[in-house]
Structure formats: C-alpha cells, structure tokens
C-alpha cells in the first residue's frame, strides 16, 4: 500500500451534475417546472498517484456519472476537477485533448466496448492513432509494450486477432492495454470485472493493482464491496448521489461508521459457508434522485434515523468531528 | 430403493453443429434434490449449468438431444420426451429465468402475466386466478395493488420478485433459478436470497440454483456442486466443500473469489475450459490443474465419494481415499 505518501493527482471538489427530466409535451404546454434528475450532489475525494480508490454504492448511486463528469464525458453543473492542479470542468477543448491523454477509462463490458472490425494491434494502437504520437514502427513497439504489460504475451500471438477470436478476460486486457499506450498517469476502471468470469477476475484486478504500484492513480468504480476490500487502498461509499462515508478500506470495512455503509456490509455474502452474519436488510429501494428527501438523505431506509435527521444534512466529518480525519462519515450519530 | 423428490441420472446433452459435428455439453451428470434441499450449481460460463437445468425442464432446443432419466417424485419425465414432461413443466417443477425481471411483455399486466402459468394447467381462471395473484404477489412481498402495473413500472428488484411469483403460480415442488440475482445490487440480492431461502424453508420448495457466485451459494445452499466442462467435479455439502475441498479446481474457484473480510491473495485460474466439441482424453481440468500428475493425462477420473454425501473426481482423491481406506 503506496497510498498514503503519494501527491494528490486528481481532486474533486463539490462536484455536482444533473440531469433534466423531460417534461413531455403536456408538461411543456402547461409550463410545469423542469424537474432533474441529481445524479451527483456535492461529491469530493481525491485519489494520490500509486493509490486505487474504490468508488462503491448501488446502481444509480451517480458512481458512473462521477466518472464521466471527470473525464468531461458529461458537462458537470457545479464543483472543481483538478487533475494535476489543473481544473478540468472549465478547460478549453483543445487543452482538455492534450489533458485526456493522461486519464483513461476502462468499461464493464469488454464484448461492447472492443471494435469487432479491429484487429487488437489496430485496437490498442488507436488512441496513439488519434492523438497523432509517434510514427508507425514507434506505434508498433508501443503496442508491443502495452500488450506485455497486460500479460498478452507474446505480443505477436495476438496483435492480429479479432476480439471474436479472444476470450472476455482477453478482451478486457486488451482494452485495459489500449488505455495504457498513452502512458496515462490516471485510469479510471468502470466495473472492470464485473462481465467476467470469476475465474479470471483476479487476473485483471491484479494487472491494476500492479499499475498502482508503479504509481498510476487507479480510481476503480464497482458495486462488489469484497474486490473493492481486497484491492483498493480507500474506499468512498456513494448513496443517492453523496459520499456518506470515506476511509481507509480496512478501516471502512473492518470500522463501518455511516448506517448505510454497515447494512451494505451485512448483506455481501461471505466465502466461508460457516461465517453467518445477521443481515441486516434494508426495505425498499434507493429513493428516486428526482426528489431527494430532506435533512439526510438515507433517513427513510435508516434504521437509527432520529427527528433531527429529518432536517439536518450531515458534512463527512470525523469520529470525533474532525474533518481532517483520514476515515469519515456523513451521519450526524457516527460517533456519537 | 426410496427416491428423492428430484433424481438425474446420468444426464447427457449434445447439440447438433455444422458438418455433422456435435458439441457434448452435459455428459453425465447425476443429481438428487430432496425437498427443501437448496443446492448450488456452480462453474464457469460454458461449464453446462443452465443446460443441465433446462434439460429438466425439457426446455432446449431440437438441436439438442438428451439422454438419461430424471425421476420427479419416481416418475421418468423424459422417458418419453415432450408427451412425458409437459404435465409437469410449471406445475411441478417451475424456473426462474436468467434475466427474468427483463423477460415480461412489457404491454401486459404483471398481474395477468403471472395468471398465465394457472391458466395454462387449469388450477385457475377467473376470479380464484386474481385472488391467487394477489396472494402471490404477498409472498413474494410486493403489494397485491401491483397486480395491475406493467413491467415498466416495477423496479429492476420487484421484477424479479414478479417473476419468482410466476414461478410459483402453480405450487410446484422444485424450483430452478438461472442466476437469480445476478444483475441486481447486493441490497436488492439480499432481499431476494432471503425470499427463496424462506420458500424453501417454510413451503419445502426444493431449490436448485445456478450461479457462478460462490459467496452466494455458500451463504444460501444446503449443498452444491461444482460443474467442469459439462460434468460434475465434485458436490456435496456447502461447508465441506469450502473447508475440505478434495477436487484442486474447487479450491482454486474458492482461492479466485474475493472476501469482504480476507487478506489472503486472490489468485486467477490459468487457462480456459477446454472445448467440448471433440472428445477429452483424461482429466478435463489438467491443463489448468496445479496438481496434475502422471495418470491425468490419459486416464478420466470417475466421481468417486469420499465420505459423508462428498463426491469428488479427481485421480488424486482417489489416491487419497485408498490409501486411507486400505486395511
């Protein structure tokens, strides 16, 4: 774990993005109000070079959106980006290109997001392609180099096959390997595991866990909390388009602070047939983002909830309500 | 000789390729489900987890051929193929689809979608099919109002419930669930693992799941079995399998699953399942074995027991078992 003494890389601040709901043709006529759906509400963390931080929370919990919003692969409403000092939310087109050679996403679903009409050094070769680096012997040896780095070696076993011709965990290495020509210094994995089969999973996650290590920032996105303990260095858990609790992930595991964080836990289903814990399941579903409750908004589906969560919207703050602490909650009884 | 409620024997499913080629998906597999048993299929993708269950169902397509027998409550449903196995498809034996939650006709009413199953079979119409609906839709904890909402106004989490309900329309006494909860979120799972593990406990439902997700099949099985290549490795109860595993490939399926509260190193399984269109000389897993010795190249290990409901087919068990066993 290199986390803790690298420089920060990228720091988001109070990051917020929406997105309008449409008011259909009545809705218009009438002049009713345009209502949004608020995706991502006032998030902020930071991610250091040589340290993965895992993004964790339910579908529709704005972890995506997140991650979009600081590529600039949606237009954020509010809050800072900054990659490197640089704030990337109101950067110029031309100076965010040359930026994005440094951040690198990864997705889920690495049978969609692969070209069929590619071969895989046609593939990997495309964002040097794209940005116009190198000439074509210097493209090639980075290809080479990349595929190396993924364990697709020898790299000439596969630099001319289709992604049909490979399996799913090939295939994710391959993409993982096209994010990795630009010699980026932050990658962001969108689920990078999750369409593959158990079996080769820790193959992948491996592959990053070492890009770590050689200092890349790695902010992974993931709904499985045990991957997200097992490779990450900090873990933010994400409700309703908030952080509510950030830590280190051992600390976050093994100490959860925020109601919503304990309840996720209880219900991860363990390994070991023996190791029963008392789930402790939560009704319904996550609210919809178009009307966030008042006060908290987990109070609905919190189990401890009080009257002043009703009203009151809790700041991450410390155990003891420093803000500076390395492990927070946003839960006005965390710690109490 | 007292049956279980659910008896495969020697299962096999080939389905028909191009140029006279066939692709041998199931080859051998043998199951016993007793009631309110839940049992865990398990294995990678292309193992014949889902095939083996749609067999039981009757469910696959002519291209494929079956050979075996499976005694539902001792009767031979595909002793005579279709005409044998129809009565029973629904109404004994029920599957919950994978991707069910995304399977409803999105321009009919949940309501009159989980009707369909009774209508089908005759336990039903009319009025008694609404009032059953109802009754279902309570099991399965949705609000009976829900009867009459469509597909799209329902959460990803109360589809599947739907769908669990349909399954249950006409009281059948096993029930198959193709990936249950894979596409939903762990809150949503929870709830839903809870749901099957209740029917099972409190109506004796026999449940049969298949799943590639070992966490879920140690926290909610009775017992599992593990599936390589079309046959089954190993199987027997949920906790031995976790804490004495005897065929190398449970143990490394265990050892590539993440923990929430372990450290120990998470390691991938080299390789891939090999093809099952040709025939496989030896053991199937020594390519990707880290044990493989000299008898697995050519000899194919039969699944042996190696005590209490524990079977395993490894050449090394056997080894193993005789040495223990000789006199």
């Known amino acids: ?336 | 000789m007292s049956r279980a409620l659910l008896e495969v024997e020697d299962l096999h499913v080939w389905f028909d390729l191009p140029n006279r080629r066939e692709l041998h998906a199931v080859q051998g597999v043998s199951l016993s489900v007793d009631a309110g048993a839940r049992i865990g299929l398990v294995g990678e993708s292309g193992c014949g987890k889902t095939t083996t269950i749609l067999a039981l169902m009757g469910l696959l397509p002519p291209t494929a051929s079956v050979c075996g027998r499976v005694f539902l409550e001792g009767e031979d449903i595909l002793a005579s193929g279709e005409r044998t196995v129809a009565p029973h498809r629904w109404k004994d034996i029920a599957m919950v689809f994978q991707g069910a939650m995304n399977a409803f006709n999105p321009v009919r009413r949940i309501g009159d979608q989980i009707a369909e199953p009774m209508e089908l079979h005759g336990t039903a119409d009319g009025a008694d099919a609404t009032a059953r609906v109802r009754e279902l839709l309570d099991v399965v904890g949705i609000a009976p109002a829900r009867a009459k909402s469509f597909p799209h106004e329902l959460s990803g989490g109360m589809r599947q419930r739907a769908a669990i309900a349909m399954a249950l329309a006409t009281s059948p006494k096993v029930l198959l669930a193709d990936e249950p909860t894979t596409a939903l979120d762990v809150m949503v799972q929870a709830q839903i693992l809870e749901l099957l593990t209740g029917l099972s406990r409190e109506l004796g439902l026999a449940l049969v799941f298949v799943t590639h997700d070992l966490p879920v099949v140690a926290q909610t099985c009775t017992e599992a079995a593990v599936m390589y290549a079309g046959k089954i490795v190993e199987k027997g109860p949920t906790d031995t399998l976790y804490h004495a595993p005897r065929h190398p490939y449970t143990r490394l399926l265990f050892g590539a699953t993440p923990d929430l509260e372990s450290r120990d190193e998470v390691v991938s399984i080299p390789g891939v399942p090999p093809r099952l269109d040709a025939p496989i000389t030896g053991c199937p897993f020594r390519p990707r074995c880290d044990s493989a010795f000299a008898p697995c190249e050519s000899l194919a290990p039969e699944l042996v027991s190696v005590g209490d409901g524990h079977a395993a087919s490894c050449h090394l068990t056997a080894v193993v078992s005789q040495t223990i066993g000789a006199p």
């Open chain 1, 1 to 336: 774990m290199s986390g803790a003494n690298g420089t920060a890389l990228l720091e988001v601040e109070n990051l917020e993005v929406r997105y309008p709901v449409p008011r259909g043709l009545s809705g218009a006529v009438l002049r009713q109000p345009h209502s949004f759906v608020h995706a991502v509400s006032g998030v902020s963390f930071t991610v250091r070079r040589g340290e993965m931080v895992a993004l964790v929370g339910e579908s529709g919990c704005g972890k995506t959106t997140t991650a979009h919003a600081i590529l600039r692969l949606v237009e954020p409403d509010a809050g800072a980006v900054l990659f490197d000092g640089i704030d990337v939310t109101t950067l110029p087109h031309r100076e965010l290109r040359r930026l994005r050679r440094r951040m690198q996403i990864i997705y889920q679903d690495p049978y969609e997001s692969l070209d069929p009409r590619f071969r895989v050094e046609a593939t990997v070769a495309e964002p040097l392609t794209v940005h116009r680096i190198g000439t074509r012997h210097e493209r090639h040896n980075a290809v080479e180099r990349a595929l190396e780095q993924v364990g697709l070696s020898p790299p000439g076993l596969f630099s001319e096959r289709f992604p049909h011709e490979l399996s799913g965990g090939q295939r994710q290495r391959v993409a993982i390997a096209a994010s990795l020509v630009l010699e980026p210094d932050l990658l962001v994995a969108d689920e990078p595991v999750s369409m593959l089969d158990v079996s080769v999973r820790a193959g992948i996650l491996a592959i990053l866990d070492e890009l770590r290590d050689r200092g890349l920032a790695v902010l992974m996105i993931t709904h499985d909390l045990s991957t997200a303990a097992r490779f990450a260095d900090r873990i933010c858990v994400m409700y309703l388009g908030r952080i509510v609790e950030e830590g280190p992930a051992l600390e976050v595991i093994g100490n959860p602070q925020h109601p919503y964080t304990k309840a996720l836990l209880s219900v991860v289903p363990r390994r070991d047939p023996r190791q029963r814990v008392t789930a402790q399941i939560l009704r319904g579903e996550t609210p919809n983002p178009i009307v966030i409750p008042s006060g908290c908004r987990f109070h609905p589906r919190c189990p401890i909830a009080i009257d002043e969560c009703l009203i009151s919207d809790p700041d991450l703050r410390g155990p003891a309500g420093a803000s500076s602490a390395p492990h927070r909650a946003a839960c006005l009884l965390a710690g109490r």
